[in-house]
């Protein structure tokens, strides 16, 4: 049975940082690409880093240089270091594998940017 479970997030000042890890099971982890998703209210869920196996990354734009993506795969895990947040941060982020089973989700953990 495929699981993420999400953790780490929390109401930071702007400027602030968190950091959000995801354990992965179910998954031949070490072989698979990971990603982090978010989800801000009435918008789509969109991914916004992600990691090959081999440590490979990308990310998208509006965090490029602020997060970096790593991975444990000793662990099961993947973090998600996030600097410099700003309020357009806030968000429920989530953990997948790629591929992952259809409607396979973690719980997801919030984040939460206000002064």
């Known amino acids: 049975q495929v699981q993420f479970v999400e953790s780490g997030g929390g109401v930071v000042q702007p400027g602030g940082s968190l950091r959000l890890s995801c354990a992965a099971s179910g998954i031949i982890f070490s072989r698979w690409t990971m990603g982090w998703y978010r989800q801000a209210p009435g918008e789509h869920r969109d991914v916004i880093a992600t990691i090959t196996a081999n440590g490979n990354t990308d990310y998208e734009t509006s965090v490029k240089g602020r997060f970096t993506i790593s991975r444990d795969n000793a662990k099961n895990m993947v973090f998600l270091q996030m600097n410099n947040l700003n309020p357009e941060d806030t968000a429920v982020y989530y953990c997948?594998?790629?591929?992952?089973?259809?409607?396979?989700w973690g719980q997801g953990t919030q984040v939460s940017v206000s002064s």
């Open positions: 997948r594998s790629f591929p992952a089973p259809d409607g396979v």
